[in-house]
């Protein structure tokens, strides 16, 4: 597995490189032992809850189209990677069985449809006049080549889960329809589905 350690206003030396690279080769061994790569960033964190003074990110690619998050805080580097290394690990012990089966089966023979993601830039919010229309839609300020995936829809929630995104997109795998997951502002989940009717 390929481990890229940074820091924001925080020297990571080797021992904490070290730190770093030993914790993730043990999450990686026990739950996925075929992990691509991992970006691992500290920051100072001003504003930290209960004395903590350093935030960890992970960000963890553990398979085709499946990465994974976790945040930390701590009083320092060290501990702020294991709370963090900890919210991967208990990610993936939840979901151990299934997240396995399904990075396998996704892995060999389930490569999901090539489309391109695009973002638009946002509109002002305070516009002192109305601006002419500029076509169908804002300007893309970015794209990028995605993949539509083919999922039945609880393999589609566990995804959106593990990857913390607002909106998944997929091909359901029982009935070929394309689909969308999305995290609701109450905290469910719903599901749009374009065969229902």
């Not at 300007?139 to 080549?145: G, K, L, R, T, V």
Request: with cysteine; charged share 30%.
């Amino acid at each position: 597995m390929h481990i890229t350690v940074a820091g924001k206003q925080v020297e990571t030396g080797e021992a904490l490189k070290t730190h770093v690279r030993e914790g993730l080769a043990v999450i990686a061994r026990k739950y996925f032992d075929h992990a691509l790569e991992a970006n691992v960033t500290f920051r100072r964190d001003a504003k930290g809850r209960m004395g903590a003074f350093f935030a960890c990110d992970i960000n963890l690619k553990a398979g085709r189209n499946l990465f994974m998050r976790g945040e930390g805080e701590g009083v320092d580097a060290h501990k702020a990677f294991e709370v963090a290394a900890e919210h991967v690990a208990k990610r993936l012990r939840r979901y151990r069985r299934r997240v396995n089966d399904h990075a396998r089966s996704l892995a060999e023979d389930r490569l999901g449809e090539a489309a391109t993601q695009y973002v638009l830039q946002a509109e002002p919010e305070e516009a002192e006049e109305p601006a002419e229309p500029a076509g169908d839609h804002s300007p893309i300020i970015a794209e990028q080549p995605t993949d539509i995936a083919r999922l039945t829809v609880s393999e589609a929630v566990m995804r959106l889960d593990l990857t913390q995104v607002p909106v998944l997109m997929f091909r359901n795998s029982g009935s070929g329809a394309l689909a969308v997951v999305y995290r609701r502002p109450d905290g469910c989940v719903g599901w749009i589905d374009t065969q229902a009717g």
